[in-house]
């Protein structure tokens, strides 16, 4: 099935591809009537390598849809509508959302603008605002990292990318899986305990110490190296940080969601106390000056379609071991003891 400029999908034509994924696609789109630009996620059905794995990616993305379409928040990206469409023969399935005339994150992180430390502040306080909203849901997102927190030309950070998230509701269904991207993974991820905001809290910090230092706080190739790192290895010092920072940051990456902030909220307060919020819109604007730097360095890292390709992909090293691809997220059955 082949997805291109000028494709009809319901009521809306396509004019690029955004981005690519393990099971899907975003691509802009206009809206014909409106005349306005939308993004439009699909399941792509020829990725999938059995009926059901297609299936359960298909619920996944219902879910994702319904879980976006009962938020409202600024700072959440938005749905517009869901459908299933049709083409060579091929139904599938699509989502509408807002289109973020903007970047992620994680292409602003060693990107050509140097951003200071307020800015990457600014970022994470709006993401834990998005992420608070989803809280108030007993929405859990689980895959928080940079290229999930989108930056808008008006400087409005969305969360995006609910294709892991849980809410109690459907905890019993899904919550056998540890799920999520391994440099992110709070320890209780995998020792196969359930998510909650906490979790969120974590990968927000190591997403925010990613961004302050230009490093992870750990370093891992495996998914048993990261396990270790994340469960036992004690929290790093982060280099060139202020005293206020690094307490802030060894809190969202405490081992134990106890000893975390407990609420977004508390993040966001958190955040306010290390200075001024400065506004993101003269950063923004720099940023666009000049995109094509940091485009042709993100097209770099976006990975090939490749349909032979399992959905969780292993990718092997130099002497062939199966290491995990740190871009994009993983699913891990774990039995966990009933009760
Ligand atoms: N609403 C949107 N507007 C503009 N770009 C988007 C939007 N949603 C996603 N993208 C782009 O597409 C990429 C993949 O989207 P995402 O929802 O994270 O899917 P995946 O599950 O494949 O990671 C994002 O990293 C971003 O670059
Ligand atoms: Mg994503």
């Not at 928040?73 to 060579?88: A, K, W």
């Not at 023969?89 to 951003?115: A, N, R």
């Not at 604007?285 to 094509?292: G, M, Q, T």
Request: aromatic letters at 6%; proline letters at 7%; a positive charge.
């Amino acid at each position: 099935m082949l997805i291109t400029t000028g494709t009809v999908i319901g009521k809306y034509t396509i004019l690029r591809q955004l981005g690519v994924g393990g099971m899907g696609a975003v691509y802009a789109a206009n809206q014909d009537g409106l005349g306005r630009r939308v993004a439009i996620k699909v399941i792509l059905p020829g990725l999938a390598l059995d009926p059901r794995a297609l299936r359960e990616a298909e619920e996944r993305f219902q879910r994702e849809a319904r879980t976006l379409a009962q938020l409202s928040d600024p700072n959440v990206v938005q749905i517009f509508d869901f459908g299933r469409h049709e083409l060579h023969g091929q139904p599938f399935l699509y989502m509408v959302m807002e289109f973020i005339d903007g970047g992620s994150w994680d292409s602003l992180i060693g990107g050509h603008i140097k951003l200071g430390l307020p800015e990457h502040f600014a970022i994470a306080r709006q993401a834990a605002l998005g992420l608070a909203a989803a809280q108030d849901e007993k929405i859990y997102h689980r895959d928080v990292k940079p290229g999930n927190i989108m930056i808008t030309r008006k400087g409005v950070v969305k969360v995006v990318d609910f294709g892991l998230s849980v809410d109690q509701a459907n905890y019993q269904a899904t919550g056998h899986q540890a799920k999520g991207t391994p440099p992110m993974m709070a320890p209780e991820v995998w020792e196969g305990q359930p998510s909650d905001q906490r979790t969120d809290i974590y990968a927000l910090g190591v997403s925010l110490w990613q961004a302050t230092t230009g490093k992870l706080p750990y370093t891992g190739t495996t998914l048993g190296e990261w396990m270790r790192h994340h469960c036992l290895t004690p929290i790093p010092h982060p280099v060139g940080l202020p005293a206020n920072v690094t307490s802030v940051l060894q809190r969202m990456l405490a081992k134990h969601p106890e000893d975390r902030f407990q609420h977004h909220r508390e993040v966001v307060e958190a955040l306010d106390q290390l200075g001024t919020i400065p506004d993101l819109r003269p950063m923004v604007k720099s940023w666009f000056a000049n995109p094509s730097v940091d485009q042709a360095r993100l097209a770099k890292s976006i990975p090939a379609v490749d349909s032979s390709r399992p959905v969780n992909r292993r990718d092997r090293d130099a002497k062939g071991r199966g290491v995990i691809r740190l871009d994009e997220p993983i699913v891990i059955r774990i039995p966990i003891a009933a009760g």
